[in-house]
Nanobody, 120 residues
Framework: QVRLVEAGGGSVQAGSTLILSCAAS????????MAWFRQASGKEREGVAR???????LVIDSVKDRFSISQDSAKNIVYLRMNNLQPEDSAMWYC??????????????WGQGTRVTVSS
């Protein structure tokens, strides 16, 4: 059974940096793609960054100057470094994974989420 566990969230001041991590278990091969999503209160879940073995890295325009995604593919661990956090980054942050290499925001496996709260 695949399991994704996020860590690294918390309550921080604007301008701070957080690094989220997501460790996968229950799958012995490398995932084709892993990603980070966020869901702010009252809003729909939004894909923020993904890393794909075939197509590389994609970070959405609104955060690409502040956020970066990286991966330890041998261990199926994905990271999201978030610099200069702003109150609008406050959300529940989710890790997701899929086995294939399709380059879209549809994922099979999901973590439980880690909360990020940014105060001004």
């Amino acid at each position: 059974q695949v399991r994704l566990v996020e860590a690294g969230g918390g309550s921080v001041q604007a301008g701070s940096t957080l690094i989220l991590s997501c460790a996968a278990s229950g799958y012995s091969r490398r995932f084709g793609s892993m990603a980070w999503f966020r869901q702010a209160s009252g809003k729909e879940r939004e894909g923020v960054a993904r890393i794909n073995e075939a197509s590389g890295i994609l970070v959405i325009d609104s955060v690409k100057d502040r956020f970066s995604i990286s991966q330890d593919s041998a261990k199926n661990i994905v990271y999201l470094r978030m610099n200069n956090l702003q109150p609008e980054d406050s959300a529940m942050w989710y890790c997701a994974a899929r086995r294939d290499l399709m380059g879209n925001w549809t994922y099979t496996y999901w973590g439980q989420g880690t909360r990020v709260t940014v105060s001004s």
